[in-house]
């Protein structure tokens, strides 16, 4: 992890994962703090439990889209960070 935006894509999606383990550890009922905090969350509301194979695709989707969106942010935020601090 070279560049300031890698550390913060990595920081990033580890804390989108801590979010979902929070979720469904606390099984979490509010659809609005749902939806805020984990977005990718709303491909599942449809999903009533018939193919298991559907829900293992749904929820990778779920948790993978979770890991893009965060990372993205805390790459973002890494690369502003940076370039903040290296100012001349």
């Known amino acids: 992890m070279k560049t300031p935006a890698m550390k913060g894509f990595v920081t990033g999606a580890v804390v989108g994962l801590l979010l979902?383990?929070?979720?469904?550890?606390?099984?979490?009922d509010s659809t609005n703090l749902l939806l805020l905090l984990?977005?990718?969350?709303?491909?599942?509301?449809?999903y009533n439990g018939g193919n298991p194979v559907l829900g293992f695709v749904i929820?990778?989707?779920?948790?993978?889209?979770?890991?893009?969106?965060?990372?993205g942010l805390g790459a973002?935020?890494?690369q502003v960070v940076s370039m903040a601090t290296h100012r001349k």
């Not at 984990?38 to 449809?46: A, D, K, L, R």
């Open 59 to 71: 929820g990778s989707i779920e948790i993978l889209g979770q890991m893009v969106i965060y990372g």
């Open 38 to 46: 984990w977005p990718t969350s709303i491909v599942g509301f449809g």
């Open 20 to 28: 979902i383990a929070f979720f469904v550890i606390r099984s979490v």
């Open 76 to 78: 973002l935020i890494g």
